[in-house]
């Protein structure tokens, strides 16, 4: 069972930057495409940012777009998320998932999560 363990987040104004980091256990990291979500009260998990197991190919949600930055790094095990102009709609908890199968093509959630990190953004 790998282990996910998230940090950063926290608290910044309408327009600023956060950056979420996300360590995982094991030594074939590289073989797992990632994922980022986020849980606002309330409502669903959602999607925002996933990046291949190489880190070659990187998708956003349409509401993230051009704001957020997903990236890894397969030597140090661990993936980003770079939070830019954010919006007081990113608040939210915030959390990285593996992906469900080693090298696959396209990305599928597994039941592996990191803790979840607070994000709130004031306008």
């Known amino acids: 069972q790998v282990q996910l363990m998230q940090s950063g987040g926290g608290s910044a104004q309408s327009g600023g930057s956060l950056r979420l980091s996300c360590a995982a256990s094991?030594?074939?990291?590289?073989?797992?495409?990632m994922g980022w979500y986020r849980q606002a009260l309330g409502k669903q998990r959602e999607l925002v940012a996933r990046?291949?197991?190489?880190?070659?190919?990187?998708h956003y949600s349409d509401s993230v777009r051009e704001r957020f930055t997903i990236s890894r790094d397969n030597r140090a095990n661990k993936v980003y998320l770079q939070m830019e102009n954010l919006k007081p709609e990113d608040t939210g908890v915030y959390f990285c998932?593996?992906?469900?199968?080693?090298?696959?093509?396209?990305?599928?959630?597994?039941?592996?999560w990191g803790q979840g990190t607070q994000v709130t953004v004031s306008s």
């Open positions: 998932n593996r992906g469900l199968s080693p090298n696959a093509y396209y990305y599928s959630p597994s039941q592996n």
């Open positions: 990046i291949s197991y190489s880190g070659e190919a990187a």
């Open positions: 094991g030594s074939d990291f590289s073989d797992y495409a």
